[in-house]
């Protein structure tokens, strides 16, 4: 069966730090991958999506960045972390487009 | 620009009811949608998807439905019970699926 892992769970950085979260995906191949930011009393705002390595579609301008070096991996980075980059981040892939999304856990930000 | 809004933002019902969300959208040309629910502080689940040819779907206590023309779809939990209470997403996938557009979510209370 597919799994999908993200880590950290929680993550506590200073202003102007960089960042770098890693999720990867196992049991399937060529997923598509998404990354999701849950801010505090706001929905989910789709960040980056890919469609195979090397491929990524972003949706949102910001000062966080997304790679793909991996078929199942899906990193999201900053070189400088904001006070308005703290929320929940969420990575999710899917098969085929017409299939469902799934999640993994989460990484809870908290900027200081 | 697609926008999803959902309606109520929050519900609290006793234990044993049957009960409705409500998932609006603007823009009618949707790939698919998909209910997830999303346990404080967790990833979110995925309930049902369902294609932009289909009018619902099913599993176990919950039926989603779709009418694409009004830009609604309609969650129905039968005999809700305490395990049920959770913040329930819909998300609309555009060209696709690929950029799915959340809605900010209704947050469910079943009381014993």
């Given amino acids: ?112 | 620009k697609q926008e999803v809004t959902q309606i109520p933002a929050a519900l609290s019902v006793p234990e044993g009811e049957n009960l409705v969300l409500n998932c609006s959208f603007t823009d009618s040309a949707i790939y698919n949608l998909q209910w997830f629910r999303q346990d404080p502080g967790k990833g979110l689940t995925s309930l049902l998807l369902i294609q932009s040819s289909q009018r619902e779907q099913t599993s176990g206590r919950l039926n989603a439905s779709l009418d694409k023309s009004s830009g609604r779809s309609t969650l129905y939990i039968a005999a809700s019970q305490p395990g049920d209470s959770a913040t329930y997403l819909c998300a609309v996938g555009g060209f696709y699926g690929q950029n799915f557009v959340f809605g900010p979510g209704t947050r469910l209370s079943v009381l014993p």
């Fill in chain 1, 1 to 112: 069966s597919q799994t999908i892992h993200q880590w950290p769970a929680t993550l506590v950085q200073p202003v102007g730090s960089p960042l770098s979260l890693e999720c990867t995906v196992e049991g399937t191949s060529n997923p598509n991958l998404y990354w999701y930011r849950q801010a505090a009393g706001r929905g989910l705002q789709l960040l980056f999506y890919s469609v195979g390595i090397g491929q990524i579609s972003s949706e949102v301008p910001q000062n966080l960045s997304a790679s793909r070096p991996q078929d199942r991996q899906f990193i999201l980075s900053s070189k400088k972390l904001l006070l308005s980059d703290s929320g929940f981040y969420l990575c999710a892939w899917s098969g085929q487009s017409n299939q469902p999304q799934h999640f993994g856990d989460g990484t809870r930000l908290s900027i200081l």
